[in-house]
């Protein structure tokens, strides 16, 4: 039993110091802080036998010197011996791939997407750092994951960031619980993205659309591009949403639950009649009977994305049929913004004119 400095320094081992900085008896390249001044190289330990004789070698951060560690390892000695020995309880500091379930766990009631958002992030940090303990998890690790991920999968740096985001996000919320003192992510910086404008359809890949697809994946795109649904909203339409009598189609919009209504074109209402008669559609929804989850929405926007490939439509996705729609409005049409923010279902004029482009003919 007793006390003892516990070096943290290779280099400062050897020498019999007692912890005492010197400039005589310090090594060279022991790591100094910003101000010059050398980091503490170790810590007063105290050493004893426990309640059930098992050797316990403990250290505090209010121990500075022996005269401080002698006084404490008497006090722990008193309590065995007048069997009130309370020892501190160690923290076990969990591994990222073990955190991320309590994390995902604690999200569990979020909506759909996001919450299978947050399991892809999750998974595949634990790929890579799910091994590390979270207090072991350093702005150096955190930039060599994300050099391995983009080298390795192919990403670019729009995913991950995303991918950051998450794990910034769960670092914090372990900092709020105690499991660590800081969250690391704060001094990483994200990656430089490309600005890239969305892109829209022209006059003569409108004209190919029309020319060439037929049946269901038609009335899709269409549906899209006249009325500026989402994806997920054009597969939960149902036939009772669209009034013909009135040239109105109504529908929920998926992220906010807002009631909008959009005029139904004179060709969409034609598309749509003779869709129906021509497939006897006896269900209430007009493409998909499933349940819209995100899993479904995935698929139909993957097998989009390749149909426009497919037309040489380069870098076109179903979501853009919805920029598309906004511009023809306000570019071609000349609708007012406040109107067309109706229509469109944007929270903000300042989102609308992410959708609005002024380079369709």
Not at 31 to 49: L, M
Not at 242 to 252: C, H, P, T, W, Y
Request: glycine share 6%; aromatic share 10%; net charge positive.
């Amino acid at each position: 039993m007793g006390v003892r400095y516990r070096k943290y320094f290779q280099q400062c081992k050897p020498i019999n110091c007692n912890g005492r900085p010197h400039k005589r008896h310090c090594p060279g390249d022991r790591p100094k802080r910003s101000n010059g001044e050398y980091k503490a190289c170790g810590v007063w330990c105290i050493e004893f036998f426990d309640d059930s004789k098992q050797w316990q070698s403990l250290t505090f951060k209010d121990i500075r010197n022996k005269t401080d560690a002698e006084k404490r390892l008497a006090l722990y000695i008193s309590d065995r011996e007048r069997g009130q020995l309370n020892l501190p309880k160690k923290k076990v500091t969990p591994i990222l791939a073990e955190y991320g379930q309590q994390y995902l766990a604690f999200h569990k009631r979020e909506k759909e997407n996001t919450r299978l958002a947050r399991i892809r992030a999750i998974q595949t940090l634990s790929r890579y750092l799910g091994n590390y303990k979270l207090d072991k998890l350093t702005p150096f690790v955190i930039e060599k994951f994300r050099l391995e991920r983009q080298e390795k999968d192919q990403v670019g740096a729009n995913t991950v960031n995303a991918d950051l985001a998450f794990l910034r996000h769960m670092l914090n919320m372990a900092c709020k619980e105690g499991s660590i003192s800081n969250n690391p992510c704060k001094e990483v910086k994200r990656s430089k993205t490309a600005q890239t404008r969305d892109r829209i359809l022209t006059d003569v890949e409108i004209k190919q659309i029309l020319d060439t697809v037929q049946g269901k994946d038609r009335l899709m795109i269409l549906m899209s591009l006249f009325t500026g649904m989402r994806l997920s909203e054009v597969l939960s339409l149902s036939w009772q949403s669209i009034d013909f009598n009135r040239g109105l189609i109504e529908f929920s919009q998926g992220k906010t639950g807002k009631l909008i209504a959009v005029p139904l074109s004179v060709l969409l209402a034609e598309e749509l009649t003779g869709y129906k008669n021509q497939y006897s559609m006896d269900s209430d929804r007009v493409f998909d009977n499933r349940p819209v989850t995100q899993a479904v929405i995935i698929r139909y926007s993957d097998y989009f994305s390749k149909l426009f490939k497919e037309l040489n439509i380069e870098n076109f996705t179903f979501h853009n049929l919805r920029h598309t729609f906004s511009s023809f409005l306000q570019g071609q049409l000349g609708i007012g913004a406040v109107v067309v923010q109706g229509m469109t279902g944007h929270s903000s004029l300042g989102m609308l004119q992410r959708y609005s482009h002024s380079n369709l003919d």
